[in-house]
């Protein structure tokens, strides 16, 4: 009962490489979701989808890149990574409609440094 | 954006006392949520409320969804060690495809 898998759990990258975070749900759930985490602060919504070939921005889009090609995965690209992109990421997903109440099921999230 | 004021920030409590934490907002919300999240792991979801004034109750936790839409609270009772984490408050301001907002979280230590 594999539910929202995230990899890789912990990362180090220096200033302006680029990287993907990898998520993958096996619930079969339209909308997929990437928060980012500060310390001491709540969830963040930088991108989301409400199924496959749909993507949104959320509060927090900039320096970010989405796609979602198939309903299983929602991979979140960085291009040029930055200090202020050190944070925890969480993938999340729901099943959607308005019947399916509001479990979003998270990933056990991504530890991200930028140095 | 939307902001969720989530009081208190971190609670240190004795093993067995009750506890309660709320958040507010200045905007109407359909549905409020509670999460919580351990160390090193994604929020779980606790309780789901999405009728103004309800009051729902999973094991030693209860809810309420306040009745101005406006705000909600989480009490625990009988607190237990494996209560500490970080307890999130989230809100929807929409239908069912808008996404959440979280407020900032209340740290909860609990002292054996």
């Known amino acids: 009962n594999a539910g929202v898998t995230q990899t890789p759990k912990f990362r180090i990258l220096k200033i302006g490489q680029s990287m993907t975070l990898q998520c993958t749900q096996d619930?079969?759930?339209?909308?997929m979701y990437w928060y980012r985490q500060d310390p001491g602060m709540g969830l963040k919504l930088i991108y989301y989808?409400?199924?496959?070939?749909?993507?949104d921005k959320g509060e927090v889009p900039n320096g970010y890149n989405v796609s979602r090609s198939t309903t299983e995965d929602f991979p979140l690209r960085l291009e040029l990574a930055a200090p202020s992109q050190t944070s925890v990421y969480f993938c999340?997903?729901?099943?959607?409609?308005?019947?399916?109440?509001?479990?979003?099921?998270f990933g056990e999230g991504s530890w991200l440094t930028v140095v | 954006g939307q902001q969720l004021n989530q009081s208190p920030q971190s609670m240190f409590i004795q093993e067995g006392e009750d506890v309660s934490m709320n958040c507010t907002s200045s905007?109407?919300?359909?549905?409020w949520l509670w999460y919580k999240q351990d160390p090193g792991e994604g929020p779980v979801l606790l309780i789901a409320l999405y009728k103004a004034g309800e009051l729902t109750s999973n094991g030693r936790l209860t809810a309420q969804f306040g009745i101005t839409r406006k705000d909600s609270f989480l009490n625990i009772s009988a607190s237990i060690p494996s209560d500490v984490g970080i307890y999130f408050c989230?809100?929807?301001?929409?239908?069912?495809?808008?996404?959440?907002?979280f407020g900032k979280g209340t740290r909860l230590s609990v002292i054996a």
């Open positions: 619930m079969n759930h339209n909308y």
């Open positions: 905007s109407i919300f359909n549905t």
């Open positions: 999340a997903s729901k099943r959607g409609g308005q019947s399916s109440g509001n479990t979003i099921y």
């Open positions: 989808s409400v199924g496959a070939g749909i993507t």
């Open positions: 989230a809100g929807q301001l929409g239908p069912g495809n808008t996404p959440l907002v």
